[in-house]
């Protein structure tokens, strides 16, 4: 029997590395730490070692697509697949930063949602029947959402949304905050929910793929929110600590065996919320 094996996007800190943490005490197979710089995943690596946990690292920059061509290669080689993909990495500017709001925009949809695309083009055939992917949202994707035009929020909301008519749309975004459009264009005044809205919904358009075009292989994806949890992200007063952000990502990525839901759904506290 081949070993399992997971792979946690942009864990080398944070939320990520509190997921490797608690998956290396709670899956029985190998656990890799996946980070840009190769000296911050060692160190995340040489951190869980002293606590007794034993995961692995490989470089992982998913806005470079041949790092992710590069990872996808080795874990099919090694593993033949991987068992539970966890797109962590994300980024967001701080509410006081004064960069214009069209090159925020941008930058964050290039990596939350352009960029974890990118990985789960190349990792979603790589998962194993009976596999977990889970997509690291938030919290802001549904209070976004409700900020959207009633046009928008169907198009997000409905059953039949293509994955091609879904980057049109996070581009549009894009496009027009640029030009300081995107309110009269139905968009909230909130790139991070933007992306997030777009890491939910892809969330869903996969899950419908993988029924219709794996329907047998048992695979689960969701788009989880993690909490408002303290990291470089939110604000150090956040209730939350890492290890307990982790804890609905790693409920998602741990289903049990033959589990047929959640699937498709946006989860929150361990409990599937409304879209």
Known sequence: MSTKVAVVTGSNKG??????????????????????????????????????LKPKFHQLDINDLNSIKNAAAYFKGKYGGVDILINN???????????????????????????????????????????????????LSASGLKQCSPELQQRFRSEDITEDELVALMQQFVDEAKKGEHKQGGWPDMSYAVSKIGVTVLSTIHARHLSTERPKDGILINACCPGWVRTEIAAPGAPKSPDEGAITPVYLALLAPGATEPH??????KEVQPW
Do not use: W
């Open 264 to 269: 498709g759904k946006y989860v929150s506290d």
């Open 89 to 139: 990495a994300g980024i967001a500017f701080k509410a006081s930063d004064t960069t214009p709001f069209g090159v925020q925009a941008e930058v964050t949809l290039r990596t939350n949602f352009f960029a974890t695309r990118d990985v789960l083009t190349h990792f979603l055939p790589l998962v194993k029947a009976g596999g977990r992917v889970v997509n690291v949202s938030s919290m």
């Open 15 to 52: 939320i990520g590395l509190a997921i490797v943490r608690a998956l290396c005490k709670q899956f029985n197979g190998d656990v890799y730490v996946t980070s840009r710089d190769v000296g911050r995943g060692e160190e995340a690596v040489k951190t869980l070692n002293s606590e007794g």
